[in-house]
């Protein structure tokens, strides 16, 4: 939930194949490579005709998991060519799930406890990270219930209206200068306000000092343990929290709400919230390996953690409930600022999953409405 110009507002709102051409009106043809061979076919491609309606968005990605069974939809509205398997998507919230997962990770390699006192992994004396005599623990980081402030900084008006006349090459800058030793430096100011573990608020900076920690624990960049982690374990090549030039040619141009192309400016620091990309193929991939939960990682991440006022469970970074008809569910949805909206969703006990990328940012509540579409009718 970061970056380019809309990334930044958002920023700093919070500080203050087979293609077939299918008409769908007179001046819109959505390019798919969808066979249209069976009953799931059908429904994919009528709810996805219905969603592409909208001028914002030129890409839709669908990946489903029926019974087990993977299918991948990829659709185009207007000219240009048809998203592929491999084509770069911005997973937006969805980045917390896979921190979610190396802090998994390092408690089945007995590195870590959850209960642990974040401070025991932190350089110098940090008095200020508890509350009454409660300390911080590293689960509280994961599932949202830290207390700690929601930006690692106050920043005044002045320098907020300063940033945002910005170019595109200072604000790269902007972000990448803020590092994690940034980060720790400012948390030396951190004030809580609540005891941590008892409170759910949605913490991207939270994230961000969970990923500093397991820096620490490691003695290696985030990127290179997540990437490695994925690769080696999961066989997940092309998900990584930051891309070379040549590979940000394969990331789609990301869209606002009015369907206006936005730049790409990613956050390479520390100051707001996880990044992470990745293409159709490889979150499939990822879904697979979350309903087997064969990896330890995996299945230790799904495990409720904390449960909050409105009665969902929160894991490492997921969040676990109900559909209204009783179907239970473990998702994550993401929204960044220069472009993209994600959704997944894991259904356990039908040993089925629904993953859409798309390359605007027009709202979440489209493509939970397209979820709903598809699940009603599975």
């Keep these: 939930m970061k970056t380019t110009y809309f990334a930044l507002s958002t920023f700093l709102l919070i500080l203050s194949t087979c293609c077939l051409g299918q008409q769908t009106d007179a001046t819109i043809v959505i390019k798919s490579n969808n066979p249209l061979k069976t009953p799931l ?9 219905r969603y592409m309606q909208s001028p914002a968005t030129f890409d839709l990605s669908i990946g489903i998991i029926n019974k087990g069974v993977s299918h991948q939809y990829n659709f185009h509205r207007g000219a240009g060519a048809l998203t592929q398997d491999v084509t770069y998507f911005g997973l937006g919230s969805i980045a917390k799930t896979f921190v979610g997962l190396l802090l998994a990770q390092a408690v089945v390699e007995k590195k870590v406890r959850l209960t642990d006192d974040i401070r025991k992994y932190l350089p110098g004396d940090y008095p200020n990270l508890q509350y009454e005599g409660h ?4 689960v509280d980081l994961a599932n949202h219930t830290s207390a700690l402030p929601h930006m690692s900084r106050d920043y005044a008006d002045t320098f907020i209206d300063s940033i945002t006349k910005l170019k595109p090459a200072a604000l790269r800058d902007f972000f990448r200068i803020y590092t994690a030793d940034s980060l720790l430096r400012d948390m ?17 900076n939270a994230m ?16 290179q343990l997540i990437t490695g982690l994925l ?4 066989g997940m090549k ?4 930051q891309l070379t030039a040549a590979e940000e040619q394969q990331l789609l141009v990301g869209h606002d709400a009015n369907g206006k192309a936005l730049p790409f400016i ?3 620091g520390f100051r707001a919230a996880p990044s992470m990309f990745s293409t159709p193929a490889d979150m499939l991939t990822y879904a697979a390996a979350n309903l087997s939960e064969e990896h330890p990682a995996v299945k230790l991440s799904h495990q409720s953690t904390f449960t909050n006022t ?21 998702m994550h949805t993401g929204r960044d600022g220069f472009g993209f909206t994600s959704l997944f969703y894991l259904y356990p006990t039908i040993k089925s999953a629904i993953i859409i990328l798309v390359n605007d940012n027009s709202g979440e509540g489209r493509v939970a409405d397209l979820k709903q579409e598809l699940i009603s009718n599975l």
């Design 41 to 49: 076919d059908s429904l994919v491609q009528r709810a996805a005709e």
């Design 238 to 241: 092309n998900t990584k929290p």
């Design 231 to 234: 690769d080696k374990q999961l």
């Design 208 to 223: 961000m000092v969970l990923i500093t920690i397991l820096q620490q624990i490691y003695h290696q960049p985030y990127n």
């Design 310 to 330: 409105e009665g969902m469970h929160i894991g490492l970074s997921w969040m676990i409930d109900k559909e209204t008809n009783g179907l239970p569910f473990i």
């Design 135 to 138: 300390p911080v623990r590293i």
């Design 266 to 268: 990613p956050d390479d």
């Design 188 to 204: 030396h100011h951190f004030t809580l306000d609540t005891i941590p573990g008892t409170s759910y608020r949605y913490n991207g």
